[in-house]
Antibody, heavy 120, light 107 residues
């Protein structure tokens, strides 16, 4: 059974940093691209970032480019999102999601999410 | 960026009703469209990919159709567990983009 478990969310001040983690199990982690998708309170879904199975290619949404960094450790089945220079508008539940393959863009499994609140 | 526009933004329906949600892309995306269901306080759940392929375990009352820029999600006979918000997503081009959502409520 595919399982994705996010952690690392919390309250952070504007301008601060936070690192999200996603522990994956139940599948061959290195064979799949992974994504981060967020949802601001009461709002819709927004794709944040993606990374290929090998980690060799990464992708970012315009709103986080230059501030967020996605990475993965295939030896530990872990996905990460380093978030720097956080803004109030980054407040959201952040979901880790598995791609259907190594580059499709369709997310077939989702974690339960972790809440990030950016506020002074 | 490709904009995804869903309509309606909300609808009220009764158990047993046939429900149709539309999604329009601002430019052609071939068949690279997915649909997700989300219930309050829960993570999204994958329903349909490549316009019309059902994710494993999804009931057959859900179906998808379309191509190019216009797509639909149909629930043939609405069940109590189907009351939720539905999102379309294009994965033809980066950045990946979602529609604004359609909330299906009980009439």
């Amino acid at each position: 059974e595919v399982q994705l478990l996010e952690s690392g969310g919390g309250l952070v001040q504007p301008g601060g940093s936070l690192r999200l983690s996603c522990a994956a199990s139940g599948f061959t982690f290195s064979s799949y691209a992974m994504r981060w998708v967020r949802q601001a309170p009461g709002k819709g879904l927004e794709w944040v970032s993606g990374i290929r199975g090998s980690g060799g290619s990464t992708y970012y949404g315009d709103s986080v480019k230059g501030r967020f960094t996605i990475s993965r450790d295939n030896s530990k089945n872990m996905l990460y999102l380093q978030m720097n220079s956080l803004r109030a508008e980054d407040t959201a539940v952040y979901y880790c999601a598995r791609d259907w393959g190594d580059s499709s863009g369709y997310c077939d499994h989702w974690g339960q999410g972790t809440l990030v609140t950016v506020s002074s | 960026d490709i904009q995804m526009t869903q309509s309606p933004s909300s609808l009220s329906a009764s158990v047993g009703d046939r429900v149709t949600i539309t999604c329009r892309a601002s430019q052609g995306i071939s068949s690279w469209l997915a649909w997700y269901q989300q219930k309050p306080g829960k993570a999204p759940k994958s329903l349909i990919y490549t316009t019309s392929s059902l994710q494993s375990g999804v009931p057959s009352r859900f179906s998808g159709s379309g191509s190019g820029t216009d797509f639909t999600l149909t629930i043939s006979s609405l069940q109590p567990e189907d009351f939720a918000t539905y999102y379309c997503q294009q994965y033809s081009t980066y950045p990946l983009t979602f529609g604004g959502g359609t909330k299906v409520e009980i009439k």
